[in-house]
């Protein structure tokens, strides 16, 4: 009985001690936002990194994954067609429009082997144009454009040297000269060339008539006959030989004579403009000539019967007129040679040369 009032007078001593620290813990409660956290006595530990973190994990990989899901496509109307290629921009606009330049539309070339023309090149017509307008109505056509590109007749005159020589053994002049009309393909040329001494009068003296056809762009095939006149008797001969532009742009003519008396000879001669300027040309030339026999009457002998090296300057005031100054130097070789000396003549010497080069 005396236990029982003993627990009785602890209770109700306890009581008010706990409603106080109730409301103490709620009031703190109230101002602490940690109240109620439980406090360790140690700072936590940073988790250890993981290399999943925040992976979702699947059971299996969805091929479709991240993809929205849309309605189907409607029906392409170009469905399973090839686009064709873009053309060429090289193109002409109206092949273009036609497709002709895409690279499906080009016919592959075909390897054709250097040398003639496969044999079906030369069995179309040779005219097109007659298939279509007919032969009768196409030939003055074609007549007008072989008159007009090519076969107007033209004509020209050059005096290519007329000079005055200044030579120890006195005084002379030369001269060259040619002249030519016609087409493209066919000429009829005039030649003259000759040489004389100021008191001695004409030494020697030529004349050429020559019919010329086109071989190629750049050489003429000539043939005709020559005059000769002057000193000893004259001669008649006929004449074959080439005049054109060989490579490099030399001038060249080299022909042939057979005389009347079945003398048979040969020259070669060639130049070569060397523009300084505009207007100041310096040309020098070589001339040589040959001989089959000795002609004693005209002084040549058989083998390489003389030679000249030639260097002029001339000014072209105009295209049409040039005077030059220049020096010459001539020299006879051989049994022309011991023929001149012979005759009390020269074998050959220097020259200093004054002249015009004028064409018209």
């Known amino acids: 009985m005396k236990q029982l009032l003993l627990l009785l007078l602890a209770g109700s001593a306890a009581t008010p001690a706990l409603a106080q620290h109730q409301g103490h813990l709620a009031a703190t409660a109230q101002s602490d936002p940690h109240a109620g956290h439980v406090m360790s006595a140690t700072p936590p530990q940073a988790p250890q990194s993981d290399p999943h973190a925040g992976h979702a994990t699947t059971q299996a990989a969805d091929p479709h994954a991240g993809h929205s899901k849309t309605a189907p496509p409607a029906a392409d109307p170009h469905a399973g067609h090839t686009m064709p290629a873009a053309p060429d921009p090289s193109c002409p606009p109206e092949h273009a429009a036609m497709g002709h330049c895409t690279p499906s539309a080009r016919p592959t070339p075909t390897e054709i082997a250097p040398g ?15 298939q279509i307008w007919g032969k009768d109505a196409m030939d003055p056509s074609r007549e007008i454009l072989r008159s007009e590109h090519g076969d107007m007749p033209v004509a020209k005159i050059l005096i290519d040297r007329f000079e005055v020589r200044a030579q120890e053994s006195g005084d002379g002049y030369a001269w060259d000269a040619q002249a030519w009309h016609g087409g493209d393909f066919e000429k009829l040329w005039l030649k003259s060339e000759g040489e004389g001494r100021g008191r001695g009068g004409l030494e020697r003296g030529e004349v050429q008539a020559l019919w010329s056809r086109a071989i190629d762009p750049w050489f003429d095939l000539q043939a005709g006959v020559r005059q000769d006149f002057g000193f000893g008797p004259d001669r008649t ?11 490099y742009w030399f001038e060249v003519d080299v022909a042939a004579f057979v005389s009347t008396q079945g003398e048979v000879s040969a020259r070669a001669e060639a130049e070569y403009d060397l523009r300084l300027t505009q207007r100041l040309i310096l040309q020098p030339q070589a001339e040589v000539e040959v001989q089959a026999q000795d002609v004693p009457e005209l002084r040549l002998g058989s083998g390489l019967s003389s030679g000249e090296l030639g260097l002029r300057l001339r000014y072209q005031i105009v295209p049409e007129f040039a005077p030059y100054v220049g020096v010459a130097y001539e020299r006879a070789f051989g049994d022309t040679a011991r023929l001149r000396r012979a005759a009390g003549e020269d074998r050959g010497g220097w020259s200093f040369l004054v002249g015009i080069r004028a064409w018209f």
Do not use: H, I, K, S
Request: proline share 15%.
């Open 116 to 130: 003639t023309p496969p044999a079906e090149a030369l069995t179309g017509p040779e005219y097109a144009a007659d």
């Open 237 to 247: 001969y006929a004449v074959l030989g080439v005049q054109g532009l060989a490579p």
